[in-house]
């Protein structure tokens, strides 16, 4: 097709030149006349561009622009990715900071009650140590008020016993024969009336 | 066994009712009874009479005052002593004395199984049990 275009342009440039001649040289065809600008070549070499800009743009630049907005494409999506990844890191070191800090708080929280457990725990187990060895030094003084009382009544029924017995001995040798005659008289008087 | 002890407890007490006259024991059917108890020869005689001669040993006890004495004692005493026991029972009763040296002094007068205490051990007894 373009050696066609070619050969009318070459077959077309005589007969434009005569023409030029003949019109007397008006100023746009006196320029391009000037330049050599021969319009089928230039006409020709339009088409030429064209065809070949239409092919070039078809075969060569479409596809080379779809391969670099491909990997424009993919470029972006990686730094998208990138930054994706990068917040959500920060996210999870922000969030494992806070959780950190919220185990500390809770750690810190229990030891503290642990030890407030400890020191009520230390302060009930004194108060009834306490209680019990003064219960314990109750029921030893009251076990000692009875054993006293005890041996108060054990000593004053053996002194009773003693003296009974002392007086019965002393009795039965001092008492003389009369002495019992008349003792017996004032029972026999006194079981009379009974 | 027990049921015999029983009936020979209940024949005792009829023999004894037979034997006592007036609220006294009777020596005469006292008697009667022993050789009622030979002729017949009851079941279980030994249990019968070892509960008769209870029966009549706590009966004659009650007819007399044993009356334990430490020091001299005269007749009048005692038969104060009896006539006071027999007003006091209602019965016949006859005063027996018994010396006692350990009662020191005083008298003390059994009449069954009632007891009146009038000596000096006996107070001096009542003295260390109240102390």
């Known amino acids: 097709m373009l050696s066609h275009l070619i050969i009318l342009a070459q077959a077309a440039t005589p007969a434009?030149?005569?023409?030029?001649?003949?019109?007397?040289?008006?100023?746009?065809?006196?320029?391009?006349?000037?330049?050599?600008i021969s319009w089928p070549f230039l006409l020709a070499q339009?088409?030429?561009?064209?065809v070949v800009a239409v092919i070039l743009w078809k075969f060569a630049f479409k596809p080379v622009?779809?391969?670099?907005?491909?990997?424009?494409?993919?470029?972006?999506?990686?730094l998208r990715y990138t930054d994706e990844m990068k917040a959500k890191l920060e996210a999870v070191q922000q969030e494992s900071a806070a959780s950190a800090k919220r185990a500390q708080a809770d750690a810190t929280r229990i030891?503290?009650?642990?030890?407030?457990?400890?020191?009520?725990?230390?302060?009930?187990?004194?108060?009834?140590?306490?209680?019990?060895?003064?219960?314990?030094?109750?029921?030893?003084?009251?076990?000692?008020?009875?054993?006293?009382?005890?041996?108060?009544?054990?000593?004053?029924?053996?002194?009773?016993?003693?003296?009974?017995?002392?007086?019965?001995?002393?009795?039965?040798?001092?008492?003389?024969?009369?002495?019992?005659?008349?003792?017996?008289?004032?029972?026999?008087?006194?079981?009379?009336?009974? | 066994m027990a049921s015999h002890a029983k009936i020979a407890q209940k024949f005792a007490?009829?023999?004894?009712?037979?034997?006592?006259?007036?609220?006294?024991?009777?020596?005469?059917?006292?008697?009667?009874?022993?050789?009622?108890?030979e002729k017949h020869n009851p079941p279980n005689p030994v249990m019968v009479l070892k509960a008769y001669r209870r029966l009549i040993t706590a009966e004659v006890a009650k007819?007399?005052?044993?009356?334990?004495?430490?020091?001299?004692?005269?007749?009048?005493?005692?038969?104060?002593?009896?006539?006071?026991?027999?007003?006091k029972y209602g019965r016949v009763v006859t005063a027996t004395a018994t010396p006692n040296a350990a009662l020191l002094a005083g008298l003390r007068v059994q009449v069954g199984d009632d007891i009146y205490e009038s000596s000096v051990a006996g107070q001096l007894a009542a003295l260390a049990a109240s102390v």
């Open chain 1, 111 to 194: 030891i503290e009650e642990a030890r407030k457990a400890a020191k009520e725990f230390l302060e009930k187990q004194s108060q009834e140590t306490t209680a019990k060895a003064g219960d314990i030094l109750a029921k030893a003084e009251q076990l000692i008020e009875l054993e006293k009382k005890k041996m108060l009544a054990e000593a004053r029924t053996e002194i009773a016993r003693l003296v009974v017995e002392t007086t019965q001995r002393v009795l039965s040798k001092e008492l003389s024969d009369a002495e019992r005659s008349r003792y017996n008289e004032s029972a026999a008087r006194e079981l009379t009336n009974v």
């Open chain 2, 13 to 37: 007490r009829q023999l004894f009712n037979m034997s006592v006259v007036d609220g006294a024991v009777s020596a005469d059917r006292v008697s009667g009874v022993l050789q009622y108890v």
């Open chain 1, 65 to 78: 622009l779809a391969t670099l907005d491909e990997r424009q494409r993919k470029i972006a999506d990686g």
């Open chain 2, 63 to 87: 007819s007399v005052a044993v009356v334990e004495h430490a020091g001299a004692i005269n007749d009048a005493m005692l038969a104060a002593i009896a006539a006071s026991m027999t007003r």
């Open chain 1, 46 to 50: 339009i088409a030429n561009f064209c």
């Open chain 1, 16 to 36: 434009v030149d005569a023409a030029a001649q003949n019109a007397g040289g008006s100023g746009i065809t006196k320029i391009f006349h000037d330049f050599g």
